[in-house]
Nanobody
Framework: QAHLVESGGGLVQPGGSLRLSCTFSGRTFSGYATGWFRQAPGKEREFVAA????????HYADSVKGRFTISSDNAKNTVNLQMNILKFEDTALYYC???????????????????WGQGTQVTVSS
C-alpha cells in the first residue's frame, strides 16, 4: 500500500505564493504518475496538475497554467506544487494522487486505481 502525505498549505494573501509537498512511502516512485487535485466545500474535486513519473512531462488545468508548477524530487520521494500569483478562487483542500502506469494526461480524471493523500488546506484571503 502506498501512503501519500501532503504538507505546505496555509493562509496566503492574493498574489502570494505557497509550495505544497507530497511525501510518498510504502512504494517506490518508479512507474507512478502523480497529480494534484483540489476541492472546495460543496464542489467536486478538480484536476490541477500532473507529472510523468520520470519528471519530464507535465499537464496543467487551464486555470492554473502559468502560475503553478509541478515537480518531483525522487531522492526525497516527494512531489511538489509551487503555486504563484494565488487568487481567491484557488482556495481549496489540495490532494496529491498517484497512479501506476499512467501518464500526465491520464491523471486529469480520478481513478479507482489512484492512491490519495489526506489533503492540505490552502486559503487565499486578504
Amino acid at each position: 500500500q502506498a501512503h501519500l502525505v501532503e504538507s505546505g498549505g496555509g493562509l496566503v494573501q492574493p498574489g502570494g505564493s505557497l509550495r505544497l509537498s507530497c511525501t510518498f512511502s510504502g512504494r517506490t516512485f518508479s512507474g507512478y504518475a502523480t497529480g494534484w487535485f483540489r476541492q472546495a466545500p460543496g464542489k467536486e474535486r478538480e484536476f490541477v496538475a500532473a507529472l510523468n513519473w520520470r519528471g519530464d512531462y507535465t499537464h496543467y488545468a487551464d486555470s492554473v497554467k502559468g502560475r503553478f508548477t509541478i515537480s518531483s524530487d525522487n531522492a526525497k520521494n516527494t512531489v511538489n506544487l509551487q503555486m504563484n500569483i494565488l487568487k481567491f478562487e484557488d482556495t481549496a483542500l489540495y490532494y496529491c494522487a498517484a497512479r501506476f502506469g499512467a501518464n500526465a494526461q491520464a491523471m486529469t480524471v480520478p481513478s479507482s486505481d489512484d492512491y490519495w493523500g489526506q489533503g492540505t488546506q490552502v486559503t487565499v484571503s486578504s
